[in-house]
């Protein structure tokens, strides 16, 4: 159950657009459409923002993606703006009800 | 409002046991899988374990497994997750989230900390 490989940090202009990566193997996120993406702003609790890889919750903006390609998944912010400054974190099936969560990207908005 | 309010955290020495509690409402608790995650300080989030809505399946992170043991009481409407042989590598927030369909967790708790030292 090793964690899955996000890039430390990412950042962006406000209107820019920024993708984060999320590198599993092929016994998580190669083999399962249930990654899940989620939002934590600083003393806040995760926020689901994406799941089943490209589907968004109610609520959420359309201005948040997700997509796959092989065993990497990514979450794309598109017209970044300063209230997507926040931690982000991809999660995975692993298969036998277990998950895997990504290391973890801090998102900085320039 | 659909809410999960986590509770039982505190501090303990390494060894001691804790069992958190976390109470839910605003929805049919008894239909919906349940998990616990955590997040050591400074850290990020790591899956602990997940329980059906029934309590029949459980399963757990190998981080965990062994001294941990996450169960539910569908006519209290709460889970719980029991914490033996506690290290300091389980110094943490804890939180429970609803599981709404494969890892698709849409309602969260504001967390329970959990702290070991001697």
């Known amino acids: 159950q090793s964690a899955l490989t996000q890039p430390a940090s990412v950042s962006g202009s406000p209107g820019q657009s920024i993708t984060i990566s999320c590198t599993g193997t092929?016994?998580?996120?190669?083999?399962?459409?249930?990654v899940s993406w989620y939002q934590q702003h600083p003393g806040k609790a995760p926020k689901l923002m994406i799941y089943?890889?490209?589907h968004r919750p109610s609520g959420v903006s359309n201005r948040f993606s997700g997509s796959k390609s092989g065993n990497t998944a990514s979450l794309t912010i598109s017209g970044l703006q300063a209230e997507d400054e926040a931690e982000y974190y991809c999660?995975?099936?692993?298969?036998?009800?277990?998950?895997?969560f990504g290391t973890g990207t801090k998102v900085t908005v320039l | 409002q659909v809410q999960l309010v986590e509770s039982g955290g505190g501090a303990v020495q390494p060894g001691r046991s804790l069992r958190l509690s976390c109470a839910a409402s605003?929805?049919?608790?008894?239909?919906?899988?349940m998990h616990w995650v955590r997040q050591a300080p400074g850290k990020g989030l790591e899956w602990v374990a997940v329980?059906?809505?029934?309590?029949?399946?459980?399963h757990y992170a190998d981080s965990v497994k062994g001294p941990f043991t996450i169960s539910r009481d569908n006519s209290k409407n709460t889970l719980y997750l029991q914490m033996n042989s506690l290290g300091p590598e389980d110094t943490a927030l804890y939180y429970c989230?609803?599981?709404?369909?494969?890892?698709?967790?849409?309602?969260w708790g504001q967390g329970t900390t959990v702290t070991v030292s001697s």
């Open positions: 092929s016994s998580d996120v190669g083999t399962y459409n249930y």
């Open positions: 605003g929805f049919t608790f008894r239909n919906y899988g």
């Open positions: 329980i059906s809505s029934d309590g029949s399946n459980k």
């Open positions: 089943e890889v490209t």
């Open positions: 989230a609803k599981d709404d369909f494969w890892g698709r967790w849409d309602v």
């Open positions: 999660t995975s099936y692993t298969g036998s009800s277990t998950y895997v």
